[in-house]
Structures are given as C-alpha cells and as structure tokens.
C-alpha cells in the first residue's frame, strides 16, 4: 500500500529528485500528504489563506532574561500564502500587553517575502526592503505549515535525509525545491505534521531553533489544516496563532514584492559602523552616529566602556574607537546596562577582546550560556578569537573608583522597561548614563518618572544625562517629559 502511494506521488510529479531517493524517506512524506488529504492535492494548490487572533512574544525584549510574561495580543491576523511563488503577506494588528516604549496604542503591520526578498509596508504604504538575513527567515517561515512543508519535500528539486523514528514521530530532514533546509516530523499513528523546525543565526542566541507546532488539526475543503500554530525561537515562544478561518485557491491579493522594495539595494548584514566622538568632560567621551550610543571613560590606568550595544560590528568599532582616543591605556571592561538583545548584542564581540562585564546580578547566569553557545551558522568574533568570559554581578548599586575617575552604578529600581537596568552616575562631573528609561526626542516617556524617583531616592545631583538613544539632554529635559505628560 506504502509502496502505491509513493510511486503515485511520483507519477503525479513526472520527474522528481525526490523520486529517486531510497524509499523510506519518500514514504514518511507521501504519508504525510495523504493524511494531509493527498499529493495531488497539495501539488493543485495555489493559494491559501489563513485568518485568525494569538499572540506575539517579545523575544529579548522581556522584564528578566528567563521572563515570558510579555507578549502582543494579535488581532485581525491574516496570512495570505502564493504556494508556487514562494510567497507570503502577513497582516495584523498588534497591542502590547506591557508598558511599551512606543506607546499603548494599536500598531498596524504589513510585511511579507517574495522569494528571496522580504519587506515591511509603512503606515502609508511605502515599502522598505528588509535585511537578507530578515527575509531568509521569513522564507524559512514560508516552510513552516504543514502544507507547504509536505509540498517542498515532495517538489522536483527537494531532497529528503535520515529518516527515522524518534518519540511516537517519523521524522524527515529536507532540503526544499528552493534550497530551505528543514526537519518535518509525524504524528506516527496520523501521519499528520507535528512540527517543523529549522536553523537561523541569532547575534545573542547564536545557532538557534526555530520550531512551529501544529495542533487541532480540521477537515477543511478536503484537506486537514491545523487550527493552532505555535512557533518557538529556541525555548521562547515568538508566535502562537489560533485559526478562526481558513480557505484555498480564492483571492489573495497582489503578493509580489512591491517594486520600491524589489529595486532597493539589498542589506547584507549589518549597516557598516558610524561611530562619533564627543568630549563631554575631562575623560568622558560620547560614542555615538547611529542608533545606539556607548560612553567611554578613563581611569588612572584603564578605560572602562558604558554599552557594548547591537551586535559584532558596532561593539568591535566602538572598541577601536576607544583604543584609537587613548592608544596608551588598556580597555578592560564595559559595564552592561540591561539584558535586552540590543544592548547586549555586542557583549560577545567585548568579550572576545578580553573585556570584563559589569552586569545586574539576574543576568550573569544567562551572559554565562550566551557567552559559550555555538554560533556556527554565522561564526562571530568570540567564536573566531575564544576567550574566557569574565563577569562581574552587581547587586543594588556598586562604586568604580580610583584617584582620578568615579562611576557609581545603580540599579534602577522598579522600572517596568525591565528588571536587570543598570544607571550609571559619575559624581565629580554631574553626569548620568541610562538606555531606554529616558530618550530625548522620543514621543512617547513611560519610564521617566521612575527614572526621576530613582534619580532622587540616591540624592544624584544630575547636570547631564547621556542616552544610550538619542542625544545629550540636562535634566531640566528629563523633568519637561513629567509636564507634557501630566
Ligand atoms: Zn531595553
């Protein structure tokens, strides 16, 4: 009976590289299509189109390293597949269910893939193309539905490995008709996909599964869909959608990459680094020119960096900054303002340059796994010059001190940006460093008025703040945000 069904789903697609592969892996996936509803009929399918409500986590973004309590309720999802094509349009509005910086309001998001192209459509429709890496996932994501994943195994061009059995599941790795490498596993006794899952680079998680489960399966137009999709990025859950309705082969819209987008030059990594010197004391330096600033600042016989932010090649480029103002005296350590990705993004690439970490106590044990994780997919500078991680826990406040220089780190107590923040407050020259509890310009302020009574509970007699975003401000401005507001 296996056998017949195989060499239908063979016949059905002339010639097929997976057709030629031994048997065992081909009948896991006809199996799987016939409990889908059959090969032909997944071949036949043009369009699908998914609707439903769930919700987003905030990967990296959470109160702790290990917090999930964070998420964006989804309303209005839509996601609107072309099978052929390769591509997919999401549509959703999304509400955050915690104090977010940009505000309590609903937020629309329109973004989509078209091959090997992804983009984000803006409020007023313009189109902005996205990174390579961005899209890649997004054609990663493409895979992971129980319909598209048995499709691409069963395309001329896929290739199907090392089939087996593994916890009640057969399972499959597959590499698409469009060259997407992932692993499709079984219910044993359905046949049914249970999940998918696939590997993506992460600046912080390094090499990273990605996992989407699939539950509640319906009959649907003669097909079995599954009415939960939930996915996972390593243990944090990214997306959970709960199905309300879901239909075949009717009208999905324009889903091709809007030509602003096509035309764009593409983003191949990160923007190379900007980094701009600003002297704001004797031994105070501002580094800034993009989105995310560091401080450095010089001790009798050392320098000490505020914020190895964003990823490898921000970090590495402040620290050449740093080594090119004072040649003579070593960089040795970089206090770490919070644990959220983008302010931890660079601590690796430090690490790799022998630099010790000043962090809240609650993120050591996390910097302890980030810091000795693989990154094979992307090899980064630690994995490429591995050095042995050295960190510093700071509890409720702790004093850096010698002749010439004082930092007084505090923990801002009570934040709802997060619990792991760290302020930075150097006494002789009146000067406080803070990321995201205070930036200048930004529309909306929700976590100023802590920052002022935390400011206040340690009597900091402030002249200056220096944001990790935005620019210098005094604290004049910092005390305006309370009178807009009120
Ligand atoms: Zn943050």
Request: some cysteine.
């Given at each position: 009976m296996r056998r017949t069904l195989a060499a239908l789903a063979c016949s059905a697609l002339a010639v097929s590289i997976a057709?030629?592969?031994?048997?065992?892996?081909?009948?896991?996936?006809?199996?799987?299509?016939?409990?889908?509803?059959?090969?032909?009929?997944l071949i036949d399918l043009k369009t699908i189109v998914i609707e439903g409500e769930g919700t987003n986590g905030n990967l990296g973004q959470d109160m702790t390293p290990e917090a999930t309590g964070e998420a964006f309720e989804l309303f209005g999802y839509k996601r609107s597949v072309d099978v052929n094509a390769g591509r997919v349009r999401i549509e959703q509005t999304r509400t955050p269910n915690f104090v977010y910086f940009q505000g309590p309001q609903p937020q629309q998001?329109?973004?989509?893939?078209?091959?090997?192209?992804?983009?984000?459509?803006?409020?007023?429709?313009?189109?902005?193309?996205?990174?390579?890496?961005v899209a890649k996932d997004r054609l990663r994501d493409f895979y992971h539905h129980p319909i598209t994943a048995v499709r691409g195994a069963l395309m001329p061009g896929a290739t199907l490995s090392n089939p087996r059995t593994s916890s009640g599941q057969r399972v499959v790795d597959?590499?698409?008709?469009?060259?997407?490498?992932?692993t499709l596993a079984m219910d044993a006794r359905t046949n049914l996909p249970t999940r998918v899952v696939s590997m993506t680079d992460n600046s912080n998680l390094g090499d990273v599964a990605i996992e989407t489960t699939f539950a509640d399966y319906r009959d649907v137009n003669g097909l079995k869909m599954p009415f939960r999709i939930t996915t996972k990025t390593d243990k944090y859950t990214t997306s959970d959608i709960r199905v309300k309705k879901q239909f075949f082969d009717g009208i999905v819209g324009d889903l091709t990459v809007p030509v602003r987008a096509r035309t764009a030059t593409p983003i191949i990594g990160p923007p190379p680094a900007v980094v701009t010197v600003e002297e704001v004391a004797k031994g105070v330096w501002f580094l800034a020119g993009q989105s995310h600033h560091s401080v450095l600042v010089e001790f009798a016989d050392h320098l000490t960096l505020i914020e190895a932010p964003q990823n490898d090649v921000r970090a590495l480029a402040v620290i050449a900054k740093a080594k090119e103002l004072r040649p003579d005296k070593p960089l040795t350590e970089v206090i770490n303002t919070h644990h959220h990705f983008d302010h931890s993004g660079g601590l690796r690439a430090a690490v790799s340059q022998g630099l010790t970490i000043y962090t809240r106590r609650p993120n050591i044990a996390f910097y302890q796994t980030v810091l000795t994780r693989p990154h094979t997919l992307v090899p980064d500078a630690l994995t490429k010059h591995r050095q042995q991680p050295k960190l510093e826990a700071v509890d409720e406040e702790r004093t850096l001190q010698d002749d010439t220089m004082t930092i007084m780190l505090y923990h801002v107590a009570g934040s709802a940006h997060a619990d792991t923040l760290l302020m930075a407050y150097l006494p002789k020259e009146k000067i406080l460093v803070e990321a995201d509890v205070f930036s200048p310009q930004a529309?909306?302020?929700?976590?100023?008025?802590?920052?002022?009574?935390?400011?206040?509970?340690?009597?900091?007699?402030?002249?200056?703040?220096?944001?990790?975003?935005?620019?210098?401000?005094?604290?004049?401005?910092?005390?305006?945000?309370?009178?807009?507001?009120?």
């Open positions: 057709c030629s592969k031994p048997g065992r892996e081909l009948q896991i996936v006809t199996d799987a299509a016939t409990a889908l509803g059959g090969s032909q009929h998001q329109i973004f989509g893939v078209d091959g090997e192209i992804g983009y984000t459509l803006g409020a007023d429709g313009t189109a902005s193309r996205v990174s390579d890496a597959v590499v698409s008709d469009r060259k997407i490498a992932y529309p909306v302020q929700p976590y100023a008025a802590n920052l002022i009574e935390n400011i206040k509970e340690h009597s900091l007699a402030v002249d200056r703040i220096l944001p990790i975003h935005g620019t210098i401000a005094t604290y004049a401005d910092l005390m305006k945000t309370q009178a807009v507001q009120k």
